[in-house]
């Protein structure tokens, strides 16, 4: 279990807010129950006081000329009718003693016989007279008054009491009040908790709707609850129906649009085939005017023919390239040597017809580990589209290098610069370039980055002084480099 769903803010609001009113129950039971245990010691404490100390002045008074004769028996008597007429308060053992501290009479001279000290544990728990304070644990509560005449003192009175019953009384009230308050907060939280069920059942149909609609389930929310619910609720409810009516209805419309999508991807398929079949066909035209200007070469005729039937198995390539914008194939073949040389060839007519200057150069040789006929269809384009926009006279420079597992291609012209508009969306991202180059920029360009995306590469364009440069960077995969210039 993740410790941020047992943290409190992941807990429902039907579980927060009975809990807030159990604690503040809690909170204000025990601040009660203080206040009314607090009040209830101080009244304890003040009747103990206030009836201990009508005792003790009374016997002061009966034993006091007893104590200055040493009559032994008239003390006890005195005793004994001080503790019949304070019945209301239990005494435990009462000490009548003289000077030094020793016993004249007590109530219980069997273990506090006369003539004896008082225990020096008595005197060091007695607390003065009128000072009782009743301490929970603790039942018993002794008091000393000492005996004085004519500013002498002449002996002490030493009083047991005991205080179980008013410890006892403490209890109760305690428990009853634990007990009250504990009954009360329990009924508050199952009130709050019912009553916080029924505010949030609104949200919780709202949310269980929600999740629905991430199953794809669409469902709007039923009259009858929109019935039973507040006016603001209901507009809730019903703007939510709304939303999920409007859903559907564009929903619907996109199935519509898909269909539609089909015939026009359909289209634009033809289109591209079309347009990068032509490109072959053009270098193939020119080895046929080859061909009838050098009949009586048979050197020539050899070359003319070698390079007709490759760019026959071109024009396959590209249908093969132009299938692939749409579907994965099954197998491909590697980028060999042989496959740019090709590529010069055929541009060299169309570099010839127009008096152009073609720079070209290759850094590795042999076979690397890369879709063939993508790489070349991709430089194909690249190079007649800098052809064209070199112009007559101008200048096309290709080089191609490899390096840590890249193959780089750049392709300079001279002559006209790259459109800005164009020109951002060769710079832009996957998903705005598709579209922006479709529309801008023709299918010559969409089909080139559509390739080199497929090969997880990555497109430059930039413009120079005079001219424009494109560079391409293409990851190698499996086969790398058999030999390298």
């Known amino acids: 279990m993740k410790l941020r769903n047992i943290l409190p803010v992941s807990w429902p609001v039907s579980l927060k807010i009975p809990l807030t009113v159990a604690v503040l129950m809690i909170a204000i039971g025990t601040l009660v129950t203080e206040r009314v245990l607090s009040s209830l010691s101080q009244i304890q404490d003040q009747y103990l006081n206030e009836i201990s100390g009508s005792y003790l002045d009374g016997l002061t008074t009966s034993v006091l000329p007893y104590v ?40 219980d001279p ?21 000072k009782i304070r009743i301490v929970a644990g603790n039942p018993i509560v002794r008091l000393v008054k000492n005996l004085e005449f004519q500013g002498q ?23 009853a009040l634990i007990g009250t308050s504990a009954i009360f907060t329990i009924l508050m939280a199952a009130f709050g908790y019912l009553l916080t069920r029924r505010m949030t059942r609104p949200m919780q149909i709202l949310s269980e709707h929600l999740d629905q609609a991430k199953d794809g389930s669409f469902l ?19 703007s939510y129906n ?31 085939m079309a347009h990068e079949i032509n490109n072959p066909l053009g270098g193939m035209l020119n080895v046929l005017e080859t061909l009838k200007r050098h009949r009586d070469k048979p050197e020539i005729q050899k070359k003319s023919i070698n390079l007709l039937e490759r760019g026959l198995k071109s ?35 169309e570099i010839n017809r127009r008096c152009q200057n073609l720079a070209w150069k290759m850094t590795w ?46 392709v300079e012209n001279s002559g006209a610069p790259i459109p800005d ?65």
């Open 68 to 107: 200055l004769r040493d009559d032994i028996w008239e003390a006890f008597d005195a005793i004994e009718r001080s503790n019949a007429q304070y019945e209301n308060i239990k005494i435990i053992s009462t000490i009548v003693a003289g000077s030094g501290n020793t016993i004249l009479a007590a109530s």
């Open 110 to 130: 069997g273990q506090l016989p006369t003539g004896s000290l008082i225990p020096k544990s008595y005197l060091e728990s007695a607390i003065a007279y009128g």
């Open 153 to 175: 003192m002449i002996g002490k009175l030493v009083v047991t009491l005991d205080v179980s019953e008013q410890l006892s009384e403490r209890n109760n009230v305690r428990l």
């Open 220 to 238: 709007e929310i039923s009259a009858t609850d929109m019935n039973r619910s507040s006016k603001e609720i209901s507009a809730l409810f019903d």
């Open 242 to 272: 709304s939303m999920i009516r409007a859903v559907n209805e564009r929903d619907t419309l996109a199935a519509t649009l898909h269909e539609e999508e089909k015939l026009a991807g359909l289209g634009r398929l033809t289109a591209a």
């Open 315 to 349: 024009i396959g390539d590209v249908v093969q390239t132009a299938l692939a914008t749409y579907r994965n194939r099954s197998t491909k073949r590697n980028l060999c040597e042989k496959d740019f040389n090709d590529l010069k060839r055929l541009l060299r007519p």
């Open 365 to 410: 040789r042999g076979e690397l580990g890369i879709d063939g006929t993508s790489v070349r269809q991709v430089t194909l384009n690249l190079l007649l589209n800098a052809s064209n926009a070199a112009g007559r006279g101008g200048s096309v420079s290709f080089s191609s290098s490899t390096s840590q597992n890249m193959l780089h291609i750049i």
């Open 421 to 485: 508009e164009i020109l951002q969306c060769l710079n832009e991202n996957r998903d705005k370039k598709k579209i922006l180059l479709e529309e801008r920029a023709g299918l010559g360009l969409w089909v080139i980055c559509r390739l080199v995306q497929d090969m997880s590469g990555q497109i430059k364009a930039s413009n120079l002084n005079d001219g424009a440069l494109v560079v391409v960077d293409l990851m190698l995969k499996g086969t790398t480099i058999k030999h390298a210039a």
